[in-house]
């Protein structure tokens, strides 16, 4: 099919300027790891686009979501906009290029980034109470007016709790929590090695799941986040990142440090 010339337009959650600012070293593009997903996968694949944020007058009912040129519906979720862009020829050369065997790898990591470490974020989000006060409570419903905000917040976070308590995330498993996520970032560590992306010099869409979380997590400043130190003890993740933001993102301060092990 022929690719869209007039950009695309992408709805996110956010207020009325084009950057939230986390934290006083740290500016994203978004702070939602599936609208990070598209970001920069549509940046990888160059494909034109112009970002709305939604407040509760034009709210879709499910985020990230794109609006193509001259089609009045929606397309929502990260997968399902991710397959039309490839349905337009938006396609990274790598996962063109795939063996069997590697495809097959990058479906057992992305399954992991998304049954394992997305659940491990929200939980961290929005169970930890002193993170849910000081942060998640604000940031999902950042540009909506009161009452609608309260309304809002305390909708995401049943819908959310309702997931972790159903797949098995409990604050009295808190430290096996934490401790999967060790396990999940080691895995990556290891796949990664010394490669500038995950299946050697050429990008695919799994790194740009792996980055989504890793920026996400890392990129925030709340009083709880032990997942944030153990992504810097990993100096090939926290490379990976960076590379990352430096070429998609040259405009906006995303920056991650390495921190040793003692």
Known sequence: QMKPSPPITLYQRGGPHHLMRLNKTCVL?????????VQIYMKMCNVPFDVKYVNEWNYPSNL????LPD???LICTSDDIIARLIELGYVLEKDRQMTTQEKAVSIAFT???EHELYLIQKFNWYLETENWNSFTSHVCTNGFKFPFSIYERYQIKSKVET??????????NEDKVYEKAKECLQSLSDKLGNQNF????QPSTLDCSVYSFLVSQYGIDIPK?????????????????NRLNHHFFPDEEVILNYTPLN
């Open 225 to 241: 986040n032990p997942v944030k130190n153990d992504i810097g003890h990993h100096e090939n993740l926290v490379q990976f990142c």
């Open 64 to 67: 990230p979501a794109i609006c």
């Open 163 to 172: 997931t972790l308590h159903q797949s098995g995330y409990r604050k009295e």
């Open 71 to 73: 089609h009045g519906h």
């Open 111 to 113: 399954s992991m980034i």
């Open 29 to 37: 593009p978004s702070v939602d790891v599936q609208t990070l997903k």
């Open 198 to 201: 995950f299946f050697g010099d």
